[in-house]
């Protein structure tokens, strides 16, 4: 009986397991569907592993993809990639082989992609010429070269008084509305990367072409692959789609190329994560985020880095609830990554683009990476804009007087300058060899 349904499984769904690019195994792992909770399905009959790729068919003759993410008391669990509508009892569950790697190749660039590294930009298929691992551990310790490189990010609020270094990672930490997207836009134009991976995890699917077409452009996107889960994917969707991008950014980095990689945002894989474990029974912690959201965090932020091959620089966006910089998943990711940028509300009120907070960011590779010279202008210029914040009250109601105070008068002379030279607009462009001699022609 059980041979003539696997051949009766073969028959049907051989031509839709070649869609997904799929080894058909024999024998042929089936079994059926049990029960479905939330998003967690339910199944029994099947002998599966841990990350395995499952399809089932809906009573419409549709497959939906799910992978499993637990064995409990002899029932496999399994999580959707796409919608579950139409899936009922009895169900005809079947494996589709391992979903730990995808297909890569070089003709990626220039195109977008979903979670699973298939084309959504309706521009035809992909030549792909070797595989990635999805879920691959980090680069051992002692493997990584050290950061001794300037990447340069084409942004003078960063270049200036937060060099980034080549192979180093960032949080670029934000509340909604500051900016961070066109920051991210203009920084994948005009940095010194050979290549740019983007993951846009969980954004309304109207922003998604809004920043491949517009935001990002022509020009950004000559040297980019876009990775798109959009917020009404499923939770499994919506993690997938930042290994993915990981993995895409580590297939380019061992060609030799310098890759940044960005990911936004950090803060929706974290609630996918949750999501997840509250649905297969984790206790919920700190914010109700579940113990596995912290484990899988340094998992995904410690692959990048630069090796002997290239280096992946990689930027993170952060959404920080009512600017809290201490909540959880900010909290951690900035005591895993390598320096952080803060975009200020304040800042954004005031029309000051990009809206980069100089004093609450910092790089912790930039002493490594520019000259003490260099070093010493961007603490000056940091003290000057400390001391003109700290009587800036005094200063607008008109209570401070001249000459109480020369590092105060100081202060004053030189923000109108400071403040011009942070502000950039959307399509400004400079030669980043002159941003240092420009900055220390306002501080001396």
Same mark, same amino acid.
């Given at each position: 009986m059980l041979v003539s349904l696997e051949n009766k499984i073969l028959d049907t769904f051989s031509n839709k397991r070649k869609k997904f690019g799929n080894v058909l195994h024999e024998p042929l792992k089936v079994g059926k569907l049990n029960s479905i909770v939330g998003t967690v399905i339910e199944c029994t009959?099947?002998?599966?592993?841990?990350?395995?790729?499952?399809?089932?068919?809906n009573i419409d003759g549709n497959i939906v993809e799910a992978e499993v993410i637990g064995i409990k008391d002899g029932k496999t669990l399994l999580l959707p990639f796409n919608k579950t509508i139409g899936l009922?009892?009895?169900?005809?569950?079947?494996?589709?082989?391992n979903s730990m790697s995808i297909k890569v190749g070089k003709e990626l660039v220039g195109r977008v992609l979903d979670a699973n590294a298939n084309p959504i930009d309706g521009k035809g298929k992909i030549a792909r010429t070797s595989k990635e691992e999805l879920y691959k551990?980090?680069? @051992?310790?002692?493997?990584r070269e050290p950061i001794r490189d300037i990447f340069k990010s084409g942004i003078r609020s960063i270049d200036a008084f937060n060099t980034i270094g080549m192979g180093q990672r960032l949080g670029l930490f934000a509340g909604s509305?500051?900016?961070?997207?066109?920051?991210? @836009?203009?920084?994948?134009? +005009?940095? @010194?990367?050979?290549?740019?991976?983007?993951?846009?995890?969980?954004?309304?699917?109207?922003?998604?072409?809004?920043f491949v077409q517009d935001t990002l452009g022509p020009e950004g996107m000559k040297k980019s692959v876009v990775i798109a889960s959009t917020s009404d994917t499923s939770a499994m969707s919506r993690i997938k789609a930042a290994f993915t991008a990981t993995a895409?950014?580590?297939?380019?980095r061992d060609q030799g190329l310098n890759v940044l990689l960005m990911i936004?945002?950090?803060?929706?894989?974290?609630?996918?994560?949750?999501?997840?474990?509250?649905?297969?029974?984790?206790?919920?912690?700190?914010?109700?985020?579940?113990?596995?959201?912290?484990?899988?965090?340094?998992?995904?932020?410690?692959?990048?880095?630069?090796?002997?091959?290239?280096?992946?620089?990689?930027?993170?966006?952060?959404?920080?609830? +009512?600017?809290?910089? +201490?909540?959880?998943?900010?909290?951690?990711?900035?005591?895993?990554?390598?320096?952080?940028?803060?975009?200020?509300r304040k800042l954004a009120h005031k029309n000051h683009y990009p809206a980069v907070?100089?004093?609450?960011?910092? @790089?912790?590779?930039?002493?490594?990476?520019?000259?003490k010279e260099q070093r010493s202008l961007m603490m000056?210029?940091?003290?000057?804009?400390?001391?003109?914040?700290?009587?800036?009250?005094?200063?607008?109601?008109?209570?401070?007087?001249?000459?109480?105070?020369?590092?105060?008068?100081?202060?004053?002379?030189? +923000?109108?300058k400071l403040e011009s030279f942070l502000i950039q607009d959307i399509n400004e462009t400079y030669d980043q060899d002159k941003y240092w001699s420009k900055l220390k022609e306002i501080v001396l």
């Amino acid at each position: 009986m059980l041979v003539s349904l696997e051949n009766k499984i073969l028959d049907t769904f051989s031509n839709k397991r070649k869609k997904f690019g799929n080894v058909l195994h024999e024998p042929l792992k089936v079994g059926k569907l049990n029960s479905i909770v939330g998003t967690v399905i339910e199944c029994t009959g099947i002998d599966a592993t841990l990350g395995e790729l499952f399809g089932i068919e809906n009573i419409d003759g549709n497959i939906v993809e799910a992978e499993v993410i637990g064995i409990k008391d002899g029932k496999t669990l399994l999580l959707p990639f796409n919608k579950t509508i139409g899936l009922k009892e009895g169900c005809i569950v079947y494996s589709l082989g391992n979903s730990m790697s995808i297909k890569v190749g070089k003709e990626l660039v220039g195109r977008v992609l979903d979670a699973n590294a298939n084309p959504i930009d309706g521009k035809g298929k992909i030549a792909r010429t070797s595989k990635e691992e999805l879920y691959k551990n980090p680069p @051992s310790p002692l493997d990584r070269e050290p950061i001794r490189d300037i990447f340069k990010s084409g942004i003078r609020s960063i270049d200036a008084f937060n060099t980034i270094g080549m192979g180093q990672r960032l949080g670029l930490f934000a509340g909604s509305g500051v900016g961070k997207s066109v920051l991210m @836009s203009m920084i994948a134009k +005009n940095s @010194s990367a050979d290549i740019n991976v983007i993951g846009l995890v969980g954004e309304r699917g109207r922003e998604v072409k809004e920043f491949v077409q517009d935001t990002l452009g022509p020009e950004g996107m000559k040297k980019s692959v876009v990775i798109a889960s959009t917020s009404d994917t499923s939770a499994m969707s919506r993690i997938k789609a930042a290994f993915t991008a990981t993995a895409i950014a580590e297939y380019y980095r061992d060609q030799g190329l310098n890759v940044l990689l960005m990911i936004d945002s950090i803060t929706r894989v974290a609630m996918a994560q949750r999501e997840i474990g509250l649905a297969t029974g984790e206790p919920p912690t700190s914010k109700g985020y579940t113990p596995s959201v912290f484990s899988m965090l340094p998992k995904l932020l410690e692959r990048p880095g630069r090796t002997k091959e290239g280096s992946i620089t990689a930027l993170y966006t952060v959404l920080v609830d +009512n600017d809290d910089m +201490n909540e959880p998943i900010a909290d951690s990711v900035r005591s895993i990554l390598d320096g952080h940028i803060v975009l200020s509300r304040k800042l954004a009120h005031k029309n000051h683009y990009p809206a980069v907070d100089i004093l609450e960011s910092i @790089s912790r590779v930039m002493a490594n990476i520019v000259t003490k010279e260099q070093r010493s202008l961007m603490m000056k210029a940091r003290s000057l804009i400390a001391i003109y914040q700290e009587a800036e009250d005094l200063i607008n109601i008109g209570a401070y007087v001249k000459g109480s105070s020369k590092k105060i008068d100081e202060a004053i002379e030189k +923000n109108e300058k400071l403040e011009s030279f942070l502000i950039q607009d959307i399509n400004e462009t400079y030669d980043q060899d002159k941003y240092w001699s420009k900055l220390k022609e306002i501080v001396l």
